[in-house]
């Protein structure tokens, strides 16, 4: 994965990475700011940021019809470390795609009309994905619980209730932008079709005039509270039983972290023991899904699990699932790891043909300080064996780092 990078007087950061076989561009800004980053008592900030970012700028009255007339389509995300904002757009028009992020960056025409709309809008997400979605609400229940109160971590980056959001007045989000959305606080991305010395200029004609701050040290979060084994029972109306445990584990861009990953895909895998018992042979479980939270400064292992038995079933299966990780891991064969990695490969050799995905990875390294990270994570799994994994799992995942929700 070959790239390029630079850093103008303002202190923004650039990554250019060159793929002459598409006829397209992605452009991605990485601001260096997340959920982690909000007042306790403005929860939802961040992300209600993302969504006014799309409004008018200084000089562009609608990001998304100006992209929208040169062909270009865009996304973004709010996650507890990091806002992320992309777009993709023929290649010969890269330019209007840096014009367009630079002049965002450089401001915004914030409204009371547009702050209030926007709110609205969030607010309804929250009801629809949070609160009227059955299990909608578990990282509403499950966050509060893992981390304490004065973790970062400890709320969804929508925010920990409505209220929270309802209280943010244009007058915090203009103090939030012109304290975080900075040249020095971001990384600028560009992978596709281009010529990286015509790009570099480009990039100082549309960037270079926009002023620095501050700079701003990357946030150091304190360790979270001792893990202990704690369990919550949820008598919310839903389709089936179900659970949730969470282990916590050391953060993304750790060996730790690598070797659970490899573990969680060895879990999914429908041939492992810990699969055939639950949904095959006891039938314990109806469907059953193993995955990690990917954070900057700490991570989750969870477990989802629906039960097509009875709620009062699930204590004694949460039993029965510590047990079967413990099996696993001692069983652990090569052959099957093997697999896993070379899947784990073939994967990422995949993520390199898609650029929205490319420049994500590469702005990911630059923010935690090597912008070849995500390419190192797949070349370091390639070493892992048996032994490191079976240290991983029972260094962390051990009932009394366990916490567990309970629905039904």
Not at 97 to 110: I, N, P, V, Y
Not at 139 to 146: A, G
Not at 225 to 233: L, M, S
Not at 249 to 267: E, K, M, W
Request: proline residues 4%.
């Amino acid at each position: 994965m070959q790239s390029r990078t630079y850093t103008l007087e303002n202190g923004l950061s650039i990554v250019l990475h060159e793929n002459k076989s598409s006829t397209m561009v992605t452009v991605q800004v990485l601001y260096h700011v997340g959920s982690a980053d909000e007042p306790a008592n403005q929860t939802g900030l961040a992300h209600l940021c993302e969504h006014l970012m799309f409004g008018a700028s200084l000089h562009v009255p609608c990001y998304d019809t100006a992209l929208q007339q040169v062909g270009g389509e865009n996304n973004a995300y709010t996650t507890k470390d990091v806002t992320a904002y992309h777009c993709t757009l023929p290649a010969n028009n890269l330019s209007t795609g840096l014009w367009l992020e630079s002049d965002r960056m450089l401001g915004l025409k914030l409204t009371q009309t547009q702050v209030d709309i926007q709110k609205k809008v969030v607010i309804e997400e929250f009801k629809e994905c949070y609160l009227n979605q059955p299990y909608g609400d578990i990282w509403l229940h499950l966050l509060p619980l893992v981390y304490d109160q004065h973790h970062p971590y400890h709320w969804p980056t929508i925010g920990k209730n409505i209220a929270d959001i309802k209280k943010i007045s244009l007058q915090d989000i203009q103090k939030f932008f012109s304290q975080y959305y900075t040249p020095e606080n971001a990384t600028l991305v560009i992978a596709g079709n281009f010529h990286s010395s015509q790009t570099i200029q480009e990039c100082k004609k549309w960037f270079s005039d926009i002023p620095s701050k501050n700079k701003r040290n990357k946030k150091t979060i304190a360790p979270n509270k001792t893990p202990i084994a704690q369990t919550k029972h949820l008598t919310t109306s839903v389709p089936k039983p179900a659970l949730f445990m969470a282990f916590q584990i050391p953060g993304v861009y750790t060996q730790i972290h690598d070797h659970l990953a490899l573990f969680a895909s060895v879990l999914n895998n429908q041939s492992s023991t810990f699969y055939q018992t639950l949904i095959y042979q006891k039938q314990s479980l109806s469907s059953l899904s193993v995955y990690l939270l990917d954070d900057f400064s700490a991570g989750l292992f969870i477990i989802e699990g629906y039960s097509h038995g009875l709620a009062n079933d699930l204590s004694s299966l949460v039993q029965s699932i510590q047990m079967l990780i413990l099996e696993e891991v001692n069983t652990l064969k090569m052959t099957l790891l093997q697999g896993i990695k070379n899947k784990k490969k073939m994967q990422w050799a995949l993520t390199q043909i898609d650029m929205v995905s490319m420049a994500d990875a590469l702005a990911m390294g630059s923010f935690w300080g090597n912008v070849n990270a995500c390419n190192e994570k797949i070349l370091n799994m390639q070493m892992v064996g048996v032994t490191e994994i079976q240290l991983a799992v029972k260094k962390f995942l051990r009932p009394e780092n366990c916490t567990t929700i309970l629905y039904g």
